[in-house]
């Protein structure tokens, strides 16, 4: 007889249950579905071909990527609070899913955002401390140095020690696994940071023709 090396089914189903749901919620492409509903198009086939708020503001519609932003950081919080229903360690596996679901999303051929809205939503919800500090830092570096993608690297890295002293150790387990996909997902723009090229928020400089730099978070 086969054993389940991770417990019997009537044991563990939350735990699927979590991270499947949490995925799931995270996949949904709000920025995409936006800009279809107001007409604008694709928003993959524009600027850097992301998802995210950051691309949909480079529509020019300042209030939909606005939405994107909230409904983006909205479903990394959900998860967690609805994952939270089951018990705290389905919590965080739901809020793991949701990051997961964002940035490799099913629907779009595992191709989504960058994961820092979500993260920061998902922080919030499962240790608010930690989740105010990571914003905080955020909005720090990008207001000093105006390097986006710095200040959405700041924030992740920092996730797992923050989750360390404020948290518990599930949290912490989050924070490292936010900090590794967030840096996966911005090896880009880390390159560009090394050798002194990465365009501050507001230069506005294009590469590849008139494809926009993928400068910022998502």
């Known amino acids: ?11 563990t189903w939350p735990f699927w249950a979590a991270a499947v749901g949490g995925y799931l919620l995270g996949s949904i492409p709000f920025g995409l579905l936006l800009t279809k509903f107001a007409g604008l198009g694709d928003i993959r086939a ?28 909205g479903k990394g919080a959900a998860a967690v609070l ?4 089951l018990g705290p360690d389905t919590a965080v596996l739901a809020g793991a899913g949701a990051l997961i679901g964002h940035c490799f999303p099913i629907w779009l051929k595992f191709r989504g955002g960058k994961g820092v809205a979500t993260f920061l939503g998902i922080m919030l919800a499962a240790a608010p401390w930690v989740g105010l500090a990571c914003c905080a830092l955020w909005l720090a570096v990008a207001g000093l140095l105006r390097l986006s993608s ?7 890295l920092a996730a797992p020690v923050l989750a360390h ?48 730099v993928d400068t910022r978070t998502d």
Not at 150 to 156: E, I, P
Not at 175 to 193: K, Q, S, W
């Open 82 to 85: 609805l994952g939270g229903m």
């Open 1 to 11: 007889m086969l054993v389940d090396p991770l417990g019997d089914l009537t044991y």
């Open 165 to 212: 002293f404020l948290a518990d150790p599930q949290r912490t387990e989050l924070g490292l696994l936010i900090a590794v996909v967030v840096v996966i997902r911005h090896h880009e723009n880390i390159r560009r940071l090394v050798t002194g090229k990465e365009p501050k928020i507001g230069a506005g400089k294009k590469s590849e023709g008139d494809k926009e």
């Open 46 to 73: 524009i600027g850097s071909g992301n998802i995210g708020a950051t691309n949909v503001l480079r529509t020019g519609n300042k209030r939909l990527a606005a939405l994107t932003l909230v409904l983006d950081g």
């Open 150 to 156: 710095l200040a959405a690297l700041t924030a992740a």
